[in-house]
């Protein structure tokens, strides 16, 4: 099935830096990769869509200029926070744009982001 | 908005027992599935019912769906330590223009005491 490698694991940084975060497809072409941020206890919230080639898709509320994307290869999507401030501070997770063969998608391992 | 939401939120059980979560949705979808994530990590797929299921069984996992009442259920049964985790239904709903969209619930932490 699809492998989504997803870099760092976790990453701690100072308040007004930047941090890029990567979501590799290992063996598939990924056109579509999409970005959830997870708040401690909560559900995965939508950020943004990003398509191989063209601009990411943001979802109402999120920032284009504070979350960049960018998806440059089939098999490379990042997710830059710029400037971030510890409200940034979350679990942020990648995913696959299409199902595998079961329906399900797959996930990226997550990024912990601490901003201090 | 949210599309589905689990309860309970958090469930603790012995080893050995069955843990049953519930999930409920607003709207009608094409499919609904169930996600585990380990502490700190990604999510993983589970078991996927197609809107025309009423029941699928994969393992030690058993999920119904009733479309009329717009909601799921997940029955892990004989649970053991190493299921503890949080449980995310997630619906798949046709959103237009060809796309579907996929929404997550709040989850339910389960905690299997061994």
């Known amino acids: 099935g699809a492998v989504v490698s997803q870099h760092p694991s976790w990453v701690i940084c100072k308040s007004g830096t930047s941090v890029k975060i990567e979501c590799r497809s290992l063996d598939f072409q990924a056109t579509t990769m999409f970005w959830y941020r997870q708040f401690p206890k909560q559900s995965l919230m939508l950020m943004a869509t990003?398509?191989?080639?063209?601009?990411?898709?943001?979802e109402q509320g999120v920032e284009k200029d504070k979350f960049l994307i960018n998806h440059a290869s089939l098999t490379l999507s990042t997710l830059t926070v710029t400037s971030a401030h510890p409200e940034d501070s979350s679990f942020y997770i990648c995913?696959?744009?299409?199902?595998?063969?079961?329906?399900?998608?797959?996930f990226g391992s997550g990024t912990r982001l601490t901003v201090v | 908005s949210q599309q589905g939401e689990e309860d309970p939120q958090a469930l603790s059980i012995q080893e050995g027992e069955n843990a049953t979560m519930n999930c409920s949705y607003k709207?009608?979808?094409?499919?609904l599935q169930w996600y585990r994530q380990n502490s700190g990590r990604g999510l993983v797929h589970l078991i996927l019912i197609r809107s025309n299921e009423r029941e699928k069984h994969s393992g030690r996992l058993r999920v119904t769906l009733d479309t009329s009442k717009k909601s799921s259920s997940l029955l892990i049964t004989a649970s053991r330590a190493a299921d503890t985790a949080s449980y995310f239904c997630?619906?798949?709903?046709?959103?237009?223009?060809?796309?579907?969209?996929?929404?997550f619930g709040k989850g339910t932490k389960l905690s299997v005491i061994p």
């Open positions: 990003s398509n191989e080639g063209s601009k990411a898709t943001y």
């Open positions: 709207t009608s979808i094409n499919n």
């Open positions: 997630a619906t798949v709903a046709y959103s237009g223009a060809g796309s579907y969209q996929l929404t």
């Open positions: 995913r696959t744009g299409g199902p595998s063969s079961l329906g399900g998608y797959t």
